[in-house]
């Protein structure tokens, strides 16, 4: 079992930058690919990036260039840096654990660029 915990959301102007945190405690940490997801009212969640337990990570083509999501598995954390923030960004973005067909989810942290 994993539980995950998000924070760092909140409002920002575009072109401003966010950091989001997730903790995780619970077991096995290293072991699991950790990803950042989000999701906006009536559509579907959608992957943002991941990062494996080796380090490699991966991210879809709207955020790359202006995302960079990392782990330290020492303090059981993954991050997320998020720069150059778009309006269309706002979302509420989740943190996910994965291992095979395993899946872990954090409640989520809002994220709103507006001006």
């Known amino acids: 079992q994993v539980q995950l915990e998000e924070s760092g959301g909140g409002l920002v102007q575009p072109g401003g930058s966010l950091r989001l945190s997730c903790a995780a405690s619970g077991s096995d940490f290293n072991i699991y690919r950790m990803g950042w997801y989000r999701q906006t009212p009536g559509k579907p969640r959608e992957l943002v990036a991941t990062v494996s337990s080796a380090g490699n990570t991966n991210y879809v083509d709207f955020v790359k260039g202006r995302f960079t999501i990392s782990r330290d598995n020492l303090k059981r954390t993954v991050y997320l840096q998020m720069n150059s923030l778009k309006p269309e960004d706002t979302a509420v973005y989740y943190c996910?654990?994965?291992?095979?067909?395993?899946?872990?989810w954090g409640q989520g942290t809002q994220v709103t660029v507006s001006s």
């Open positions: 996910n654990a994965n291992r095979v067909w395993v899946n872990y």
